[in-house]
C-alpha cells in the first residue's frame, strides 16, 4: 500500500516536473488577459456613482448606447483618423526607407540605421517633451496636425524594421530578372518588388496603425486641446469613467479576434486548395 | 536564308570590372559567334559569373564596350537588351504561376496574346499541364525547365545561364545537359553557359573559356582544351595532370629532348607553350589515362620511342572501370596513373617497382615559373 | 547583414572612368529624403532644442533666453532623485517580472503548444487592440480593496511579506508600489514575450534531441543549450520592457499614489502643469542620458549587438 501511494505521489511530481513549463505559461496567458475579461465583464454593469470599478448589477444599456456619453465617439473617430493617416504616412516612408537601406550601397548608411534606431531606444515622455519644446518655440497651434506628426515621427521606425526584415529575405535575383525580361524599373518595382515585399508592409501597418490609435503619452504633450481616444480615457479616469469605454474596449477585442481568425481561416482555406 | 548571320555574335572588347581595389575581371576580349554554345569555365570568384552579368546588362564594365552583332550595347540597361538570362536557382517569380512567369516578358514588351505562345512554349518543355501552379510547388528540375522557358519565349538574341544545373542532384543533372544541348541545336540561339563543373562545360558547349582571377586562361575545343592545356591552371583543373618538371636539353627535329632525373623525355614542340631554349625549365605533363603501367621484370617489353620512368607504388585504388595508381618515382613523386580493368596484372600492388611509359605525342610542355599546383584545390571543390 | 549571395564587396569611390550612364546614383537619397527629413525635424531637432532649453532661464511671462544655466540639472538631480530612483526600480522590477513570467509562456508557444499555438499567439496579441489605458484601468478592480484578488493574496500571507517589505500597505495594494509595479509588468510584457518567442522559434528542435543524447537531463539542457541560445530574446526583450516602463507614468498615475511618482510623471506635470520648462527639459535629458548609459553598458555585457 506504502510503496503503491509514494510511486503515485511520484508519478503525480513526475507529470507536475513536465508540465511545469506548461502551467507557467497558462499563468502568464491568464495574467494577460485577465484585464481583458474584467473589462468585458463590466460593459455590463450598471455602476452607482461616476466611477465604474465596483460590480452593482447587470445591464446592457451601454451596449445600446455607445455614444451616449459626450465626446467619445467624435474621439473615438478621431483617433481612427489619425491612425489611418499615421499609418499611410509612415508606411509610405518607412517602406522607402526599408528599401534604400537593403537595396542601395550609399553613405552615411550607419547615421541612418542609427537614426532609425534611436526613436525606438527612447522613453516615449522624451520625445513626447522635446517634440512639444519644438512646437512652443516655434509657436506651431498644437492639434489635430501636430498629433499626426508625431505619430508619423514614432511609427516610422517600426515600420522600417517590419519591411527591411522582408525584403532582406527577398533575392535580389527576382529584381534582376524582371529587369532582364523586359521590365523597366518601375515596371519591376510594381509587378515583383512591392508584391512580394506586400506581406512585409502590410505588417509595418498594422503596428503603425496600432501603435498610433493607442498611443497616449506623445499624444498627451502634443495634442492641446484635441480630444483623442486614449485622451479620453485618460480624462475619464480622472473625472468619471462611463461605462461606455468598457463597451469600446470590448468591442475592440472581439472584432480584433474575430479578423485575425477570418484571415487565419481564408488563408488555411486557400492554401487546402492549392495542394 | 542569308549567308551567315552575325547579329547573334557577342564581342566584348576590352571589358574589365573593378571593385574598389578589387579586380573582378580584368581586361577582356572575347568573341562568341552566333549559333554557339559557350561555356565560362571556373572557380568561384573567378570573374566568370560577372562576365555574364556584364553581358545581360546587370553590371557595368568599369571599361570596354560589349557588342551584340555590330551593335554597341554598353549602355544599354537589361530590360532594352535582346539578351536572357536563365538565373541561379532560377529566380522564379513566386507571387506569379507558371503561366504568368512565362509570360511576363511578353507581356513587358505589350505583346497583347500571350497565350498561345506560352502554351507552346510550355509544350516545348514539358510543362502543360502545370502552368497553373506556383514555382514553389514544382520540383527543381520542373523549375529549371520553366527559367529556360520564361528566357527562350522572348527569342533573345542570347541566352545566358548562370550555373543553371548547380541545384539539381547528379542524376538530372546529366539528364538537363543533355536536354539544353537538344534545345540549343533546336533553336540554333547562342548560349553562353557559366559553370564551375568541368564535365558539364566539357559536354555540353563547343567552345570552353576556363577562367581564372579574372582572366581567360585558355579558349578552345573542350578535347582541344583537354589534351593540350597551355597553363598549370587548366591541366589541373580540367582532369588531372601528372606535371613533371624537366630541362630541355636538344631539340631534334620536331621534338624536344628533355632531361628530368636520369632519364629523357621527348616532346612534340607544338605542343609547348614555354620557351625552348637549352637549359630552360619545362614542366612536363601528361594526363593519368595516358600512362602504361608495367612491372620492373617486364620492362623489356617496352616498345622504343616512348618516354618512360621508373618508379614504386605507392597506392592503388579499385573503382570499377579502372585502378587508379599512386606511383612514387625519383623524379617526380605521387604521380597518378589510370589503367582500365581489362586484364589486371596481379603484382601491381603498393612496394612493386613499375615501369611508366607513354607516347611522346601524348605529352605537352608548360613554362615551369607558372605554380605547379594552380587549379588543383579549385578541382576538388 | 544582407543576404546577397556573391555581394560584390562595397563600393569605395573608386578613381573609375566615369562611363556614359550611372543608373539610379541618386534613387537611395531619394527614397532616403522624406523620411530622414522626417526623423531629422521631428526628432533629432527637437532633442537639440530642449537641449538649449534646459539651460535657459526665465519665465513663461518674460520669455527665456539661453543663459548656460547648468544649474538647472544639479537642481533638477537634487530635487528629484527619489523619483528617479524609484523608476529604475520599479522598470528594473518590472522588466524582472517580465523575464519571469514571460519566459515560460514564451517557451510553451515555441515548443510545447503544437496545434493551439497560432491560438496562443492571436490571444497575447490581441489584448494590443483594446486601449492599453482602459486595460490599466481594469487593474483598479482587480485590485482593488476586498477584492478576490487581494482576499487571496491576504489568505495567503503574501500581504503580509509585501507589507513587510514595504512595498504594500496593509491589506491594501492599489496604490502601492506593488500595483505599479504590476501594471508596468503587465503592459509591456508582450514585448517580452514576442521577441522571446522570435528567438526560441529559430531553435532547432534536434538541438534539445542532442543534448539529451548527450547526458543532458532537461534542466541542464534548458541552462547549457536553450537559454543561451534565446540571449538575443532576452536582451532585446529586457530592453523592450526597460526602456518604456522607465519613462512610463501612466500605471503610477492610475495605478500609484503620490508616493510612487515615477519621472515620467514629473516630466509629465513639470511640462503640461507647472510650466517650467527648463527643469522639465532637464530631467528629460537627464533620464535619456541615464537609459542610454545602462543600455550601452548592458549590451556591452551582454555582448549582443543585434537588436530588435
Partial sequence: MDTRRSRKLGTSVNWLKRHLVVIAGLFTLGFLLLPNVVVTVFSFNNPKGRFNYEWQEFSTAAWTDPCGVADLCGSLSLSLQIALWATLGATVLGAMIAFALVRYRFRARGAVNSLIFLPMAMPEVVMAASLLTLFLNMGVQLGFWTILIAHIMFCLSFVVTAVKARVMSMDPRLEEAARDLYAGPFQTFVRVTLPIAAPGIAAGALLAFALSFDDFIITNFNAGSTVTFPMFVWGSAQRGTPVQINVIGTAMFVVAVLLVLASMAIGSRRKRQKA | MTTKDSSGDVRLSGISKTYGSFTAVHPLDLTVPQGSFFALLGASGCGKTTTLRMIAGLEEPTSGTVFLGDQDVTALPPYKRPVNTVFQSYALFPHLDIFENVAFGLRRRGVKSVKKQVEEMLDLVQLGEQARKKPHQLSGGQQQRVAVARALINHPKVLLLDEPLGALDLKLRRQMQLELKRIQTEVGITFVHVTHDQEEAMTMADTVAVMNAGRVEQLGAPDELYENPRTTFVANFLGTSNLIEAEVDTKAGDDIVLKAGGGKLTLPSERCSASTATGGKVLVGVRPEKISLVHADDAGEIPDGRNRITGTIADASFIGVSTQYVIDSPICPELAVYVQNVERDGRLTPGADVVLHWSPAHTFGLDAAQDIDAGTEEEAA | ?308
Fill in chain 3, 1 to 308: 547583414m544582407s543576404t546577397l549571395t556573391e555581394a560584390p564587396p562595397p563600393l569605395a569611390p573608386a578613381p573609375e572612368k566615369k562611363p556614359p550612364r550611372r543608373r539610379g546614383r541618386l534613387t537611395p537619397y531619394w527614397l532616403l529624403l522624406p523620411g530622414i527629413l522626417w526623423l531629422l525635424i521631428f526628432f533629432a531637432l527637437p532633442m537639440i532644442y530642449q537641449a538649449s532649453t534646459s539651460v535657459q532661464t526665465g519665465s513663461l511671462e518674460e520669455g527665456y533666453e539661453v543663459t548656460w544655466h547648468f544649474a538647472t540639472y544639479w537642481n533638477a538631480l537634487s530635487e528629484y532623485w527619489p523619483q528617479f530612483l524609484r523608476s529604475v526600480l520599479y522598470a528594473g522590477s518590472a522588466t524582472v517580472l517580465c523575464l519571469l513570467l514571460g519566459y515560460p509562456l514564451a517557451y510553451l508557444i515555441a515548443f510545447r503548444a503544437g496545434r493551439w499555438r497560432n491560438l496562443i499567439m492571436i490571444l497575447v496579441i490581441a489584448p494590443f487592440f483594446t486601449s492599453f489605458l482602459i486595460r490599466t484601468l481594469a487593474w483598479k478592480t482587480i485590485l482593488a480593496d476586498g477584492s478576490p484578488v487581494v482576499g487571496a493574496l491576504n489568505t495567503l500571507h503574501i500581504l503580509d511579506v509585501t507589507s513587510w517589505l514595504g512595498i504594500t500597505a496593509g491589506d491594501r495594494v492599489l496604490a502601492t508600489p506593488l500595483a505599479v509595479v504590476c501594471g508596468l509588468t503587465y503592459n509591456f510584457l508582450p514585448f517580452m514575450i514576442l521577441p522571446l518567442y522570435t528567438s526560441l522559434e529559430r531553435i532547432d528542435g534536434r538541438l534539445h534531441e542532442a543534448a539529451g543524447d548527450l547526458y543532458a537531463k532537461p534542466w541542464t539542457t534548458f541552462r547549457k543549450v536553450t537559454f543561451p541560445l534565446s540571449m538575443p530574446g532576452v536582451v532585446s526583450g529586457t530592453l523592450l520592457t526597460f526602456i518604456p516602463a522607465a519613462g512610463d507614468y501612466v500605471n503610477a498615475d492610475l495605478l500609484g499614489s503620490t508616493d510612487t511618482r515615477m519621472i515620467g510623471n514629473v516630466i509629465q506635470s513639470q511640462f503640461l502643469r507647472i510650466l517650467d520648462y527648463p527643469t522639465a527639459a532637464a530631467l528629460s535629458f537627464i533620464l535619456m542620458f541615464a537609459i542610454l548609459i545602462m543600455v550601452t553598458l548592458y549590451i556591452r555585457k551582454s555582448g549582443t549587438e543585434d537588436l530588435v
